[in-house]
């Protein structure tokens, strides 16, 4: 008879195995070395883009990996649906989940998160005079922040991409977002005005997972501790 529910065998195997939450994009593009320094080798169809598969084997029959938005890794592992992760820290500073234990940085995926206009508004006026201003952004609290410590207040409109048309469409004066070779903003008539904050991507854990299952999770830092130092 074919069973239609997964078997105990299966159900204990999905809820013993570690979960390795891995970004969509950019990020999981520069991943591959480190992964297979830290001795994981994930089926192939992970890098895959175009596969519709969220979760995958690895040749550790412990270790499996998911592959989610770059913004939900985080959420993955801080509410423990996945017990180790990489994620920007971009994405750590925007939530900053008190579960999140963030051991090590890889130094991957660099890049920055910016202030950017249109050309041709920069330079026009002196922002330290401005009480306010709207900032299109998908980093909300990084932006308030921001601009709070210049004694401005962001009207945030918050929009999950493509910010980079929102001024030129009227929405907003400024946006805040991530910079990595400067070509959207070129090609949308934006120039880069300030920097907030370099980012690269980070090893991180679940506090409790890491309580519960030291040893297992504690090994995977090691490895990836060893991979950062691995030629
Ligand atoms: C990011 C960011 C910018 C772009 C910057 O978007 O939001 O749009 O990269 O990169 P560049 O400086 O090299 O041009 P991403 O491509 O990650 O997609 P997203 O909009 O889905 O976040």
């Not at 990996?65 to 959420?75: E, G, I, L, M």
């Not at 201003?133 to 308030?144: E, H, L, M, S």
């Not at 977002?177 to 903003?185: E, F, I, K, Q």
Request: with cysteine; net charge neutral; glycine share 6%.
């Amino acid at each position: 008879m074919t069973a239609v529910f997964p078997s105990l065998q299966q159900q204990s195997d999905a809820q013993t195995k570690l979960v390795l939450a891995l970004p969509k994009g950019r990020i999981l593009e520069t991943c591959d070395k480190v992964l297979e320094k830290a001795g994981i080798r994930p089926e192939p169809d992970l890098f895959n883009e175009s596969s519709r598969k969220l979760r995958f084997v690895t040749n550790h029959s412990e270790l499996d990996v998911v592959r989610v938005r770059s913004f939900d890794v985080a959420t993955f592992v801080a509410f423990g649906g996945a017990q180790i992760g990489i994620c920007g820290s971009d994405v750590l500073m925007e939530f900053d989940y008190p579960e999140i234990y963030a051991p090590l940085d890889l130094d991957i995926a660099k890049c920055r998160i910016s202030v950017a206009e249109p050309v041709a508004t920069a330079g026009m006026d002196d922002p330290s005079t401005w009480s306010r201003v709207r900032v299109a952004t998908k980093y909300p609290n990084i932006t308030k922040r921001h601009y709070a410590t210049r004694g401005i207040h962001a009207d945030v409109v918050h929009l999950n991409g493509a910010m980079e048309i929102a001024p030129s469409l009227g929405l907003t004066r400024q946006i805040v977002d991530l910079v990595d070779t400067g070509r959207t903003l070129k090609a949308n008539g934006l120039v880069e005005t300030e920097v907030i904050h370099l980012i690269s991507s980070r090893l991180i854990v679940n506090r409790t997972a890491l309580k519960t299952r030291p040893e297992e999770i504690g090994n995977w830092i090691a490895r990836f501790r060893e991979a950062l130092t691995t030629p």
